[in-house]
């Protein structure tokens, strides 16, 4: 148990002597949050007083004990419960680890620090293995550290930010953060040799077997791993230098130093995914490359950001300028060439027609080569973003940032599944039919047909993408079928033999209403081309792909996946909080349109929640079994309608907070709103998904059953064979059951050995 020994006596602290100071008053605001419970308001207010302690040398000792104190309570509150979350239960106490070890050097002979150090190093190690059952130890290790150096990599930025903030006129008011940093960095590299260990002693392990031996998979993972070294080797080089840079209090080398490492980190991460997963990542860092330009380019004054949104107040952090900015686009796209290198090897062999490759594979293969073009594109749009930011040119950087996304997006979109390409032909319809109304007028005429002649190709590729998609789930239910046929117990076959009765229907309506949705759009194609009115065959192809998405319209799959979505979000914004005005600013556009995006889709889940409330009250006779009755889905729909007043609050308050010009306002009613709108989600979820009978005792209970099936089974066997012998035999056995009884009593009291 983590002593509280210092949190007793903090309160006292301006008392205790010595010169009154705001950095004090500050720390005593996070020993008031810290006993309240309020662990990140804690966490946030004694960083704050660490930082600006300065020289005085009780109030460092202190703030660091008890950061230590709430990093370690944060990290047990995480780490249980049904949202535990062990990663960041991880990460916590990692940074609980590190304070304490700041307190322990300031005052070596404290018996308390040395005890609560022991105590959280060992809690590390067991959130670690915890962690870390089940799963492949390298990469979660590696996933981890990846974590922990994008952690730092914030902090710097950070205390560059308040180091030019306030003008230079105290050099050593963030010593300890930057100090600090530098231990961090210490502890990344110590773990990346560990994974270095744990690389090499898998490639010894495969080694060992004759190459005969080894199967493709293994050979296949000895590349990776021996990639991996060589990335790791690269980070901990840089992850080094960003360590002598904070030690030397140099904070903006610093953080390109941390930059560069973490690139190195995720380069040797990558090694061990999949193209596809890697190609992902790779999209989600050129947003945030394409974000960062557009904030460059709006404080140049290149770029209008909108009424509602200002451009950068104070000085222009060193990692946007261009030319850095630049280095991280070239990063990406070395990242994105070993990416179309992977996919390109996978489809220069053609097939052996001896050995053709199983159908899966087969279609696997072309998904890669319709990919392929769009990689390559992506690729050149990233190295002429690259040049562009190196000259300085940032609106045409942007141009080609954004060229680089819809490439990425394109070619990502070529593996998604039939639900996912549905969703996505659905948004892409309802964007047509918008830019075909008389609302969108006001766009430039030649930019509006450009927009909506690409949407309707991209659709109508998608449409018969649908069809392929649709075919191979009809396939898939032949394996299924021969599944259900194996069923020993009648009444589960009968069930699987219904359920993919009712499989093929819904995939047989599916490709009707697809058919229906394409003739739609080659109606619209035609008046297009003829210049007739086309919003009326873009609305019926509307209606037919909605009916399409309602056909897979899972409410509690939707359900689970917003609560997820706005458990993030809450993350997001917590994080926003802990910033200032400035660091936070380019935050609100994503908090914002994903807090809106979430009530659109909690006022989609209510209506459909409502609806089969209703036609459930009007069904005649009895509902399916495990169907939620009317009362409960009218409950569950009430409960996400609650939750969608909550995220209209978040967003408020979010906008409001955007909006403020002159002070920093408060996120945390934003993030309350976000919470109690999870609570009600959760209790939606909870009401439709009743909880079901332990699996444990349904499995014994299957088994009992199964016991007394086979024991009635052998007595009828017995009295058959009894009746087959006649009297004589009956007598037999009698007269062997008297002579079984009277061994048994006489050996009652033997002695027997120990049963072991």
Excluded at 11 to 28: F, I, K, P, S
Excluded at 319 to 334: S, T, V
Excluded at 662 to 679: D, H, M, N, T, Y
Excluded at 693 to 711: G, T
Aim: charged share 30%; proline share 4%.
């Amino acid at each position: 148990m983590i002593r509280i020994v210092s949190v007793l006596c903090a309160l006292a602290l301006v008392a205790c002597g010595g010169e009154h100071r705001d950095a004090r008053d500050t720390y005593n605001e996070g020993i008031t949050a810290l006993t309240s419970g309020d662990l990140e308001a804690a966490e946030t207010k004694l960083l704050q007083a660490r930082s600006a302690a300065g020289v005085d040398p009780e109030l460092r000792f202190r703030a660091a004990y008890d950061l230590g104190i709430a990093y370690a309570l944060h990290a047990d509150k995480v780490r249980t419960g049904k949202d535990a979350d062990l990663a960041k239960a991880l990460e916590l106490a990692q940074q609980a680890a590190s304070w304490f070890g700041d307190a322990a050097r300031l005052r070596k002979d404290d018996a308390d620090t040395q005890a609560n150090l022991a105590i959280i190093r060992a809690r590390v190690q067991a959130i670690s293995d915890e962690l870390n059952k089940g799963a492949g130890k390298l990469e979660a290790r590696l996933d981890a550290l990846i974590g922990e150096q994008r952690s730092i990599l914030d902090d710097a930025r950070g205390a560059w930010i308040a180091i030019k903030s306030a003008g230079g006129t105290d050099p050593l008011a963030q010593q300890g953060t930057l100090t600090h940093l530098a231990d961090r960095e210490r502890g990344v590299v110590a773990e990346a040799g560990v994974i270095t260990d744990l690389a090499a002693d898998e490639i010894d392990t495969i080694g060992k077997k004759p190459e005969d031996k080894r199967d493709d998979q293994e050979r296949v993972r000895v590349v990776q791993l021996k990639n991996v070294d060589l990335y790791l080797l690269d980070g901990r080089t840089r992850i080094a230098d960003a360590r002598r840079k904070f030690q030397e209090l140099a904070a903006e080398e610093g953080v390109a130093k941390a930059e560069a490492a973490l690139i190195s980190l995720k380069r040797a991460r990558e090694q061990l995914l999949d193209p596809i997963t890697v190609l992902r990542g790779v999209a989600q860092d050129e947003l945030e490359v394409l974000q960062d330009t557009a904030r460059a380019s709006a404080a140049a004054g290149t770029l209008e950001l909108g009424p509602n949104v200002s451009a950068p107040q104070g000085p222009l952090p060193a990692w946007l300028a261009p030319p850095m900015i630049g280095e991280r686009q070239g990063g990406l796209r070395d990242r994105l060439e070993e990416v179309r290198a992977r996919l390109a090897a996978a489809t220069e062999h053609p097939p052996d027609p001896a050995k053709p490759a199983p159908p899966e594979q087969a279609k696997l293969l072309e998904r890669v080569r319709a990919a392929l073009p769009s990689v390559v594109e992506a690729s050149g749009a990233m190295d002429h973003a690259r040049e562009a930011l190196t000259a300085a040119k940032l609106p045409d950087a942007l141009a080609q940032e954004r060229a680089a996304l819809i490439a990425l997006s394109r070619a990502i979109e070529q593996f998604a599944d039939l639900k996912q390409t549905i969703e996505l032909a659905y948004g892409e319809q309802k964007r047509l039919s918008g830019l075909l109304s008389p609302e969108s007028e006001k766009l430039p005429a030649a930019e509006r047909s450009k927009e909506t002649r690409d949407g309707l190709a991209r659709n109508v590729a998608r449409l018969a993408r649908l069809k392929d998609l649709i075919a191979d789930e009809v396939s898939g239910l032949a394996a299924k079928e021969q599944e259900a046929a194996q069923q020993k117990d009648p009444k589960q076959a009968e069930a699987a033999k219904q359920q993919l009765v009712q499989m093929k229907e819904q995939l047989t309506h599916a490709e009707e209403l697809r058919g229906q949705a394409q003739a739609k759009l080659d109606e619209l194609d035609k008046a297009i081309t003829l210049a007739k009115d086309p919003l009326p065959p873009a609305k019926e192809t509307e209606a037919k792909l909605e009916e399409l998405r309602k056909l897979f319209f899972s409410v509690i799959e939707h359900l689970q996946q917003l609560i997820r979505d706005q458990g993030e979000t809450r993350d997001q914004t917590s994080t926003a909080n802990g910033e200032d005005q400035f660091t936070r600013e380019p935050r609100y556009p994503t908090l914002i349109s994903r807090e809106d995006g979430h009530g659109q889709l909690a006022k989609a889940i209510t209506d459909a929640l409502a609806a089969q409330a209703d036609a459930a009250g009007k069904q005649q006779g009895p509902s399916k079994p495990g169907a939620p009755d009317p009362k409960t889905l009218a409950a569950a729909a009430d409960e996400v309608r609650q939750a969608q007043t909550e995220m209209s609050d978040a967003s408020r308050i979010l906008v409001k907070a955007r909006d403020a010009k002159q002070s920093s306002e408060s996120l945390l009613p934003s993030v309350k709103s976000q919470g109690k709108a999870i609570e009600h989600l959760e209790a939606a979820l909870k009401l439709l998904q009743p909880p079901q009978q332990n699996d444990k005792k349904q499995d014994q209970q299957k088994q009992d059953q199964q016991k007394q099936d086979q024991q009635k089974q052998d007595q009828q066997k017995q009295d058959q064979q009894q009746q087959k012998g006649g009297a004589s035999q009956r007598a037999r056995d009698e007269d062997a059951r008297r002579q079984k009884e009277r061994h048994k009593q006489d050996g009652a009291n033997d002695p027997v050995e120990k049963d072991w």
